[in-house]
């Protein structure tokens, strides 16, 4: 079986390392290619260019090829839209993949429209969380839902992240019953693990007080992630714990406009930006706390990776995020957009150390169930029900375990 997966940008972002690790795991026993944009758009720093350079080199050293398409970018460009359908038509007609798999919103309109003209047998579409409110305004919202509901015409099954996601598939009819299936956004769960050694000497090492409690917030900063919600909280959070820090890690369009707010609101110097770090399973750890305020999540690979290493969390109850937090048990959940509730939540965990600890302790044992194999093995599955009218009778999708598989022969 050959699969072909379209996506916009490679970069640090959820969506293109939830890409990545599929191809990068299933490439041994499914020919993979992985066509995608330049990411101009994404600006991405020397660090995070070398890091993006040794997963695909990883990827491709178990047999992922990568194609990459100059025209194929994020924002609406109707010029450069029309010659990506275009490039993406002549890719496909050229690799003949028995499936197309698209991610992300814009690849996914442009992947299945390519597809669909070229009679691909089998269309997927991952959109790694909608864009239907909170990154775009009312009209272009509306018009993305008109474009999706249509291109789910061409679509064979829909991939959403979480129970949630789905929900709201169904309920804004971009998916039919029986044709969207959960798969969840696979973590690396054995490159996160909790703290162990000498916390305070390597908070020092990245420029932060070990004696403060420490909320973080890591994901790209801009308002769909709620950035603004949680600097806004925390004055509200220092009245009662006037110690605690907070640490940005992430980069994005509104970090100017964070820092100088930053700069009103905390004459203390406790809130630390450190941008978007390669070493974030070294730094996960070392929170107190870690928090989501998102206005719009398909799942949030980050709470996962927090869980991992032991940190209690605090996140907004958006679209996925509570089938993945238990308010009370795996973390506390709070309306999305509620500065007020923010603060309270994020109060009652600094203020509660047993509270952190059985938020902590759940939330470590919740993960194992979004772990890169899980995720693996249902995208195995589904491309296992494309076999047979996608490959020969004598050569279905093996049904064998990722270790110990050879990447065949191209």
Known sequence: ?????????????????????????????????????????????????????????????????????????????????????????????????????????????????????????????????????????????????????????????????????????????????????????????????PFRGDRAAARRSLGLDPARPLVGFAGWLSAVKGAADLLEAMPAVWREHPACGLVFLGRGGLEEALRRRAARLDGQGRVVFLGWREDLPRILPLLDLLVLPSRNEGMGRVLVEAMACGVPIVAAAACGIPDLVDHGRTGLLVPPGDVEALAAGIRRVLGDRALAERLAAAGLARCREYGLAVMVEKLRRLYRGFAPPCASAANPLPERPLSGIRPSTP
Request: with cysteine.
């Open 1 to 193: 079986m050959k699969v072909l997966h379209v996506i916009t940008r490679l970069d640090r972002g959820g969506s293109a390392q939830n890409t990545l690790l599929a191809c990068r795991e299933l490439a041994p026993e499914v020919e993979t290619v992985l066509v995608h944009g330049l990411g101009r758009e994404s600006r991405l720093t020397a660090a995070e260019e070398a890091g993006l350079a040794r997963d695909k080199a990883a990827a491709a050293a178990r047999g992922v090829r990568f194609i990459a398409a100059g025209a194929l970018v994020r924002r609406i460009s109707p010029i450069l839209d029309l010659c990506a359908l275009f490039a993406l038509v002549r890719i496909i007609r050229r690799e003949r993949p028995d499936v197309v798999h698209t991610h992300t919103s814009k690849a996914g309109l442009l992947g299945r429209a390519a597809a669909a003209v070229c009679r691909v047998p089998r269309i997927v579409h991952t959109p790694h969380g909608h864009v239907f409110h909170g990154h775009f305004g009312r009209a272009a919202s509306r018009l993305f839902l008109l474009l999706e509901r249509l291109a789910s015409r061409m679509t064979d099954r829909l991939v959403a992240l979480t129970e949630g996601e789905k929900r709201d598939y169904l309920a804004l009819a971009v998916a039919r019953e029986g044709g969207i299936d959960v798969i969840p956004s696979g973590v690396d769960l054995a490159a996160h693990e």
